[in-house]
C-alpha cells in the first residue's frame, strides 16, 4: 500500500500512473480502431484524421489535452473528432490510479493493469464488431499466471482459477438452456471465455456480484442504445468489463458487508 510512503512520491506517483493511463487510453484506442478496420497496429501507417486524412503532427496526438485545446475538432477540416478519444483516455487514467491506490507497488498491480487495458480495447472492439478477440483474453490470463505464480506458487493458480470456472462453466449451461427455450443465441463464446478471465482475478461471491453489476449496467447502456437506435445491439463484452473493474476495487468491502448480515 501506499499510506506509508511520505506524501510527495504519493502525489508523483499518483500523477505518473494517470499519464500512463491517459497515454495508454490513446495507444489502446488507436489499437481497437486498427483491429476493427482490419490493419495491423504495428504498421508503417502513421494516425491520421479519418475525415480528412491529414496525418497528425505530435502536438495533435497528446492525449486528453489536444482535443480539449482543439474545441473537439479536427485543425484542418474543421470536422468533430469523436468524444470516445478522450472519454477512454480519461477513464483508463482514473482506472489506474485507482489500481494503484488500491493494490500499491505490488505484482498484483501490474497484472491488474494489464487487465484493465485489455478489458477497454476489447471493449471497444466489442461494441464495433461484436466480437473479442481472442488475444485479449489469452494475455491478462498468462499475465496473471505468471503474477500468481511468482507470488503464491502453483496452489495460489489453483485456487484463483476455480472461481472462473465456475462461473463460466454455470453461465455456459444458462445461455446454452436459454438458446434452446428462445430458439436463438443468448450470449457469445466470447463472453463466457471472458467470464472466466474475469473470475481468475476475483473470488467467487465477487464473482456473482460482477455478475449481478453486469446484467444492471447492459440492461442500462442497452437501454440508452436502443432509444438513439431501435435496431442497435448492445454486446455484453463491455458491461462485463465495466462490472470487472468496479469489483475488483470496491467489490471485497460491499461482499464483505453483505456476508456480515447473516
Known sequence: MLTNLPTPIIIYLVALFA???????????????????????????????????????????????????????????????????????????????????????????????????????LSLVDLDTQIIPDRFILIPIAVRAAQLLFTGGFSALLTAIVPGFIIAGAVLVIS???DKVLKKD????????????????????????????ACIVGIVMASVLMKLDSEAHFPFGPALSIAAIVTMLVGSPIVNWYLSLF
Open 19 to 121: 499519464i500512463l493511463g491517459l497515454v495508454m487510453g490513446s495507444a489502446l484506442n488507436c489499437l481497437a480502431m486498427r483491429i476493427v478496420a482490419g490493419e495491423r497496429w504495428s504498421g508503417n501507417s502513421r494516425s491520421a484524421c479519418p475525415k480528412c486524412g491529414h496525418t497528425l503532427s505530435a502536438p495533435e496526438l497528446i492525449p486528453l489535452l489536444s482535443w480539449l485545446i482543439q474545441g473537439g475538432k479536427c485543425r484542418h477540416c474543421k470536422a468533430p473528432i469523436s468524444i470516445r478519444y478522450p472519454l477512454t483516455e480519461a477513464i483508463l487514467a482514473a482506472v489506474f490510479v485507482a489500481m494503484l491506490l488500491k493494490f500499491g507497488l505490488t505484482a498484483e498491480l501490474l497484472s491488474a493493469l494489464v487487465f484493465a487495458g485489455c478489458l477497454l480495447c
Open 186 to 213: 443468448t450470449m457469445g463464446g466470447g463472453d463466457i471465455k471472458l467470464l472466466f478471465v474475469i473470475g481468475c482475478f476475483l473470488s467467487l461471491p465477487e464473482c456473482l456480484l460482477m455478475v449481478m453489476i
Open 176 to 178: 446454452l438452456i436459454m
